[in-house]
């Protein structure tokens, strides 16, 4: 059974830090690209950052650009998105989701963890 699970969201004030972690059982993780994308109160997904699935690239949406920076290890199955400076605007339900290069949509989803920004 494929499981991905979210962890290090919460509370954090206006130009604070959080790191998120996705730990990834049940697939082969490493023939795996991983993203992250986010759903603030009454938006709709947006798209945050990529990361192939042997780690030698990645990709950011413009809004987290040079604050966030997505990284991996196969070894732990595990991937994180360390956010700094935050703001307000960053307040959403953070996702982890899995694509295969082949594949033209996301094949697997986690749960997302709560990160608020306010102070």
């Known amino acids: 059974e494929v499981h991905l699970v979210e962890s290090g969201g919460g509370l954090v004030q206006p130009g604070g830090s959080l790191r998120l972690s996705c730990a990834a059982s049940?697939?082969?993780?490493?023939?795996?690209?991983m993203s992250w994308v986010r759903q603030a109160p009454a938006k709709g997904l947006e798209w945050v950052s990529t990361?192939?699935?042997?780690?030698?690239?990645?990709r950011y949406a413009d809004s987290v650009k040079g604050r966030f920076t997505i990284s991996r290890d196969n070894a732990k199955n595990t991937v994180y998105l360390q956010m700094n400076s935050l703001k307000p605007e960053d307040t959403a339900v953070y996702y982890c989701?899995?694509?295969?290069?082949?594949?033209?949509?996301?094949?697997?989803w986690g749960q997302g963890t709560q990160v608020t920004v306010s102070s």
């Open positions: 989701a899995a694509r295969r290069v082949t594949a033209t949509s996301y094949n697997f």
């Open positions: 049940g697939f082969t993780y490493s023939y795996y690209a």
């Open positions: 990361i192939r699935d042997d780690g030698s690239s990645t």
